[in-house]
């Protein structure tokens, strides 16, 4: 068998793991509490939608949110990785937004049911290009930033997550075997609003990356 590219780890991995409130200023802001540990939930590999194509709304969705996170790739599986080699189990990193049908993870929280029709829909998870693990040697102090129209919704640093990455990958190997290719979203800062058809959205690291995406119609 050829051996996978890891930096189009979109075309090919299976999962995509993310992380909720791991900002304690973007739970605040939500009203929701401030976890003690990790919340997680799932998007499927057709999330992704990268560069050149549009975000589209779902039909049911009023109310369509960004999220700007930092995503780790995984470049080595493990199932129960201690926090101590975590971070050999990481590839590199890619700029990811979290799209969210805000309006339907609301109605759903009140009815205590899963959070996939607002997670879950096809292009909810734009990604940038592949960042190899050299070119961010601190992950855990990264200043992550987004702009819709050219003006600035989220600035924020992951030196402000509650968890850390070693933990996260710990945590959800514990009970979720990570795979080759696999992507764990971390989690986005405050600073999340709506958008709409012909909103245009630009994300970046400085001096590492940026992405630029278009809201395309609802389908």
Known sequence: MTARNIA???????????????YAE???????????????????PSAYVKEGSPILVPRYCSSLHHEVELGVVVGKAGTAIPQSSAMEHVAGYALCLDMTARDIQDECKSKGLPWTLAKAFDTSCPVSEFIPKERLPDPANVTLWLKVNDVERQNGSTSQMIFSIPYLISYISEVISLEEGDLILTGTPKGVSAVQEHDELQAGIDGIVTMTFKIGKTW
């Open 26 to 44: 973007h739970a605040k802001e939500l009203r929701n509490a401030v976890p003690s540990e990790p919340v997680l939930f799932l998007k499927p």
């Open 8 to 22: 189009r780890f979109w075309e090919w991995g299976r999962k995509i793991v993310c992380v909720g409130r791991n």
